[in-house]
């Protein structure tokens, strides 16, 4: 069987977190989330992480060569051996070409690249139709999953809202960002034959089922 070195392409709002989720459980390896090293090198106080957040203090963007860093450390970390998914590294070709620096230093390639490829469209739907509570942060959908009243809260009777990084006007920009930054990724690993194309349904039933069925296929069980 391949070792399972895998990374979670996708744009905002098209399932990456609940397929990453279901592959770990799946194929019994760590998800690697730029998110989550970020906090938890800042909040461990780390070299990395004070760096870090001296620029997130200033409003500047953390540079590439301090997130592979962080990304570097994770993965010579013990439970990584067994494979990895990476989620939201790398985000440009720049990253990408330093990522296969570090998995050569590291003797480790990458198995296959899973392009969750959800259109523009349907990814406005997803998003902008988010609402929580004021009060309690319960989440509901308008349309997939929503309150038995509308616009209050099942839980505790608070009023939703949707939150400006979920407004469809907000949502377009971030597209556009990935459009821009991210989605030449695609042809980048597509050139290399790594490219996994899998059209991702909304509901998290039946990710772990569809997620066991991707990895058969590509040798990873």
């Known amino acids: 069987m391949k070792k399972a070195n895998l990374i979670m392409l996708g744009a905002p709002g098209s ?3 609940t397929r990453a989720v279901a ?4 194929l019994n390896v760590v998800q690697v989330a730029t998110g989550d090293l970020f906090r938890n ?6 070299e990395l992480g004070k760096l870090a957040k001296s620029y997130i203090d200033k409003g500047e963007l953390v540079p590439d060569e301090v997130t592979a860093s962080m990304v570097k450390d ?3 970390q013990p439970d990584t051996q067994k494979g990895f998914i990476l989620d939201g590294f790398p985000r440009t070709i720049k990253q990408a070409e330093m990522l296969e620096s570090i998995l050569k230093e590291l003797g480790e390639e990458i198995t296959a690249v899973i392009f969750l ?3 523009d469209a349907e990814i406005v739907k997803r998003i902008s139709g988010r609402v929580i509570c004021e009060k ?17 809260c099942d839980k505790c009777g608070g009023k939703l809202y949707t939150r400006d990084d979920d407004k469809p006007e907000t949502v377009l920009n971030r597209l556009e960002v990935f459009r821009k930054n991210t989605f030449p990724l695609v042809e980048f690993y597509e050139k290399k034959g790594l490219i996994v194309r899998i059209p991702p349904e909304l509901s998290a039933e039946g990710a772990v089922s569809d997620m066991r069925k991707l990895s058969q296929e590509l040798g990873l069980l």
């Open 15 to 17: 399932g990456k977190g």
């Open 23 to 26: 592959l770990c459980e799946v």
């Open 41 to 46: 090198n800042i909040k461990g106080g780390t």
């Open 74 to 76: 994770r993965l010579q």
């Open 117 to 119: 490829d959800v259109p």
């Open 136 to 152: 309690c942060q319960a989440p509901y959908h308008k349309e997939y999953s929503p309150s038995k009243v509308e616009g209050v």
